[in-house]
């Protein structure tokens, strides 16, 4: 469980079995509120982990940004098409708190620099609060690491998909959005997929996407546009297990609603969801379970 609010453990130590347990199936083994986490028997890992708006109080009097600035910047909404996993993983704490997609050492927003420019705190955040969102970070890595591990132990491989979103109108609420050239409606950040290995099985993915329309029109998806080197968090994955997980990072232009006010479109919503399911249904079979 994780420490009330004024202290910080130390990071757990990797495969120290604290996270999960086996009975008969696997189960976390306690409440942390760090992360939502459901588990069915099954390879596919779909993770939100910028779904987040939480700041912890003791940080919230330093927070410069306004909550609708700060809301912009993250994934709302990504949580919802976590439903496509066997495991699914959301994260309740905003990356301005503590960034899970990138290295330990950049995980907290110092200067504008690190965060499109934008003046995030009123000052800089105090060494002890550094330390505590940075133990955030090392539970989180030590959670999925004993995960993967305990999938790896019943299937062959692991299929991750590694959900984000982003912002299309940073221009104003009542400019031209940017132009579609750049900006496909989904990208899919397939820079850790081996061209040997996993790349014909991601091309299928992709496939079944653009068969699912988008509020009546086939969605624009393609890989590694905006992004081509990828987020730490599959970068971490991949030094780690190799092609024993196949990690496809769906980055989803922010069509399903709108990125000023944060309104939803569900009907865009949900479209993207039914083309997920399909994608993950058509590569599903790749992923076996061990004899």
């Known amino acids: 469980m994780m420490a009330p609010e004024g202290t910080s453990p130390p990071p757990p130590t990797l495969h120290s079995g604290d996270w999960f347990e086996t009975r008969p199936s696997l189960a976390a083994s306690a409440r942390e509120r760090d992360w939502d986490i459901m588990l069915r028997d099954g390879p596919v890992i ?14 919230q009097p330093l927070v410069a940004l306004a909550d609708d600035a700060r809301l912009r910047e993250e994934d709302p909404f990504t949580g ?86 982003y912002n299309h109108r940073r221009d104003g609420a009542d400019a031209a959005p940017a132009p579609q050239e750049g900006n496909p409606d989904i990208e899919l950040g397939l820079s850790t997929v081996a061209p040997g290995a996993w ?71 949900r479209d993207l969801q039914r083309g997920l399911h399909a994608a993950v249904a058509q590569i599903r079979p790749e992923f076996r379970r061990r004899p």
Not at 132 to 140: K, N
Request: hydrophobic share 40%.
């Open 46 to 59: 779909a993770t939100a982990i910028h779904d987040g708006h939480a700041i912890r109080p003791s940080l």
């Open 80 to 165: 919802v098409l976590t439903d496509v996993g066997d495991v699914r993983i959301t994260v309740p704490v905003s990356r301005f708190e503590v960034d899970l997609n990138r290295p330990r050492d950049k995980a907290v927003y110092r200067r504008p620099d690190d965060c499109w420019g934008l003046e995030a705190w009123r000052g800089a955040p105090p060494g002890t609060e550094v330390a505590r969102s940075l133990a955030r970070w090392d539970r989180f890595y030590a959670m999925v690491e004993e995960l993967i591990e305990r999938l790896l132990e019943r299937w062959e491989t692991v299929l991750l998909i590694d959900l984000h979103s």
């Open 199 to 269: 790349r014909e099985v991601a091309d299928r993915f992709a496939a079944a996407l653009r068969r699912t329309p988008v509020l009546g029109r086939a969605p624009d998806v393609r890989a590694n546009v905006r992004w081509p080197t990828g987020g730490h968090f599959p970068e971490w994955v991949y030094d780690r297990w190799g092609e024993r997980v196949c990690t496809i990072s769906p980055e989803y232009k922010k069509i399903f609603m709108d990125e000023w006010t944060g309104q939803v479109d569900i009907a865009a919503l």
